[in-house]
Each structure stands twice: as C-alpha cells, then as structure tokens.
C-alpha cells in the first residue's frame, strides 16, 4: 500500500514527490489496538496542551484502573476531585464525561462497528460529542482506524508543509487544500503523513539555529 501511495502520489504531485524519495518510506503506523472511546480520551487530554503534559496527565489517570485507559463506567465513577488531580481542567473533565456516557449509550462506537462505518458517518456522529470537533476525529480515523484516505484540511502541520514545499508566502486556507488535495486520493492520508515530515523538518532546522 505504502509503495501504491508514493508512487500515486509522486505521479500526481510531483513537487510533493520529490519531497517523498527524500524522505523515503511512509512510517504511519496505526495503532489498531485501540478504541474509538479511548482515541478520544487521550485525544481531550492533548487539547491545546504540548505532548509532554498531556502524556503525563494520561499516566496519572491510567495509573488510577491499572495503568490503562479507564472503561467508561470506570471514568464516570471518578471524582471530579481526583481528575482535577491527574492534571484535567473542569472544561475537560466535562468532555470526559460526556464522551463515557456516550460510550455507554452506544454513541461512540466500538472498534468492531468503526469499522462497518463510512469516514463521513464517523465524524458527524462524534463531532457531536462535548469537546470534539473534526479534527479530533480526523486524527482518530488516521491514527486509531488506520483509514487511508483522510486529508485534515485544518491542521496547521498538514498547511505549514504544503507551504513549505510549494515555497509560498501564507499557508493555502483549509478548502483550497482540500480542492487540492483531491488529487491525492485515495492516498491523502499518506499526503498527509509527508506533509507533517515536511513541517518536522523545518522546525528541526530552526532549533538548530536558534
């Protein structure tokens, strides 16, 4: 699949494939262990947090149930008291509890019936939870479902590569990448993925000069 999306890609864009044979082979790897409910756990705590706190924030409430993610009715159960310990502010601990009892109701589906459901099903259904918008749920679909044909329009990484690569003063606005990106499907998640190296790299080399 990796060798199709490189070589479909590079036919389509070729500036975005030079960038490719430099990178070399697409390191997306899924993890399709985990639920739809806990992508979205974890997905609350790195809100507008840097990597680093929001991972510290998930140790301290995974070490509550036996250092992993609590079950719904698990999370429901917990004080507000004893998340605002681990780290959660009152506007998260909501979304937390909104998207556990969703879970219960069936809401936000399971792994298995994920799978049955269409990209567009998936992001109506769960950007109507407390806290979630498409985003969220974007990245629950390439990084948790594995799904290969997801362009997030609205990430910041996803437009900072497209810039850098086509060398243009301001980022191209969300739907004039999305009218581009079409021609990078059904592979606009690899797109994505490249585009994320592409944005890396220059903050790489700019903490190397600073």
Known sequence: MSRLARAHLGR?????????????????KPDRAREPYQALVAAIAHQQLHG???????????????NACPAPSALLALDDTILRGCGF???KIAALRDIAQNALAGVVPTRRAAMRMSDAALIERLCGLRGIGRW????LLIFSLGRPDVLPVDDFG???GYRLLYRLDEQPK????????EAYAPFRSTAAWYLWRAADAAKQIKSEFN
């Open 12 to 28: 389509v864009d070729p500036v975005l494939g030079a960038h490719i044979t430099a990178v070399g082979a697409c390191g997306l």
């Open 174 to 181: 969300p739907r004039a990448l999305a009218v581009i990106g």
């Open 52 to 66: 680093r706190a929001a991972e510290a924030i998930l140790r301290r409430l995974y070490a509550l149930t036996g």
């Open 158 to 160: 996803v437009r900072e």
């Open 89 to 91: 502010s009152f506007a």
């Open 136 to 139: 969220t749920v974007e990245m």
